[in-house]
């Protein structure tokens, strides 16, 4: 048995999901078709094949050791790290002349397809791609003004006519005028690439402050508070916490990482923090519930107050909210979707279980 023979969902699960096309699988499973010998991803829009002829993969790479070819409409071997070649090219070209607008007169004659182009945006970075130049386009006008560029040039060298323009532009972005901006802490933000679909991560300098599945729907509502409440400036970016995070990431997915060391910064109230640190303490591979978390923080009747500080964390994954169950053993709720905690316990089970020595 290998791990990821290990991890899949229930067979009628799979099935389930397959004819319903249910997003959060993406990523979870491929299905190859016996008869056809082409593999698709969950979600595929062609005609839905009968269950029975139907192999369940975790991997693409193990469907294309199986002998079967990837299906050209739903692009199974397309993760979502790679990006198109329209897209790649069009990504050199925005770095290579970030001024640049992009009407769609000029995507199509460089053959891009606008709608085509807003679509892949707000799967892959969840706005649209005029919503993520101008977000570029204010992020590297807020480096500069970290670096002490004065804001008049910052705003003239993010393409912006006038100031007032600048200013409700970074305003509107940022939560912030760009004056305060210069003091305040950047909080940057890195997309990163999973099994189960992209995530967003965000650190500031004392350690890693966000990782979210992209389509969580609280990550307006958190990047809202780490913005107006602890005063962040958010933006795009890369620092050595980010960069191990991806690293870590990728191990702990391949079922070769139990305990992450990426420094953490959690801003949160006494007792939320309280909880995480709990959460800390649930060993990998293992679970508890709200009750025992109540119970060892002296506080046997707060179960529910414990229930809602772990849907207040910001740190999937890294601080294990999934291993968290009800006292009857259900899954109970999951920020980032149930599937998804059904496959990270299995991933964590599946690895505890082959490093385990065989009892005697
Ligand atoms: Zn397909």
């Not at 491929?30 to 369940?56: H, L, Q």
């Not at 130049?133 to 590297?140: D, E, F, K, Q």
Request: proline letters at 6%.
């Amino acid at each position: 048995m290998n791990i990821q023979t290990a991890v899949l969902p229930p067979h009628a699960e799979m099935v389930r999901a397959m004819l319903a096309s249910d997003t959060v699988y993406e990523g979870v499973f491929f299905t190859a078709v016996k008869t056809t010998g082409i593999f698709c991803r969950p979600t595929c829009t062609a005609r839905k094949p009968k269950p029975e002829n139907v192999e369940f993969f975790a991997h693409a790479d193990d469907c294309l050791s199986a002998g079967y070819r990837a299906c050209l409409r739903c692009k199974p071997l397309d993760a979502a790290a790679i990006a198109p070649d329209w897209v790649q090219r069009l990504l050199k070209a925005v770095d290579a002349d970030p001024e640049l607008r992009w009407s769609d007169a000029q995507l199509l004659a460089e053959g891009i397809e606008p709608l085509k182009l807003r679509r892949w945006f707000k799967q892959h970075f969840g706005m649209t791609f005029h919503a993520w130049l101008r977000t570029r386009r204010l992020g590297m006008a807020l480096g500069g003004i970290k670096q002490g560029t004065s804001i008049d040039h910052a705003a003239f060298d993010s393409g912006y006519e006038s100031l007032s323009g600048f200013r409700d532009a970074f305003q509107k972005s940022f939560h912030i005028t760009p004056g305060r901006a210069a003091h305040s802490e950047p909080l940057l933000f890195a997309r990163l690439t999973t099994p189960l679909g992209p995530m967003i991560a965000m650190a500031e300098r004392r350690g890693l402050v966000l990782l979210e599945f992209l389509d969580r729907p609280a990550l307006t509502r958190e990047v809202e508070e780490l913005q107006n409440r602890y005063g962040y400036v958010v933006a795009p970016g890369h620092n050595a916490h980010l960069q191990q995070i991806e690293k870590e990431l990728a191990l702990y997915f391949a079922g070769k990482l139990s305990e992450f060391s990426v420094p953490l910064h959690l801003p949160g109230s006494e007792f939320a923090r309280q909880v995480w640190s709990e959460l800390r303490q649930i060993p990998y591979g293992h679970t508890s519930t709200y009750g025992s978390i109540a119970a060892r923080l002296g506080k046997p009747g707060a179960s529910r107050a414990v229930g809602l500080a772990n849907g207040h964390n910001r740190l999937s994954i890294v601080v294990p909210c999934h291993r968290v169950i009800g006292a009857d053993g259900s899954l109970t709720g999951y920020g980032g979707g149930q599937p998804r905690k059904a496959f990270l316990l299995r991933l964590e089970n599946a690895a505890v279980q082959l490093t385990q020595p065989l009892a005697f």
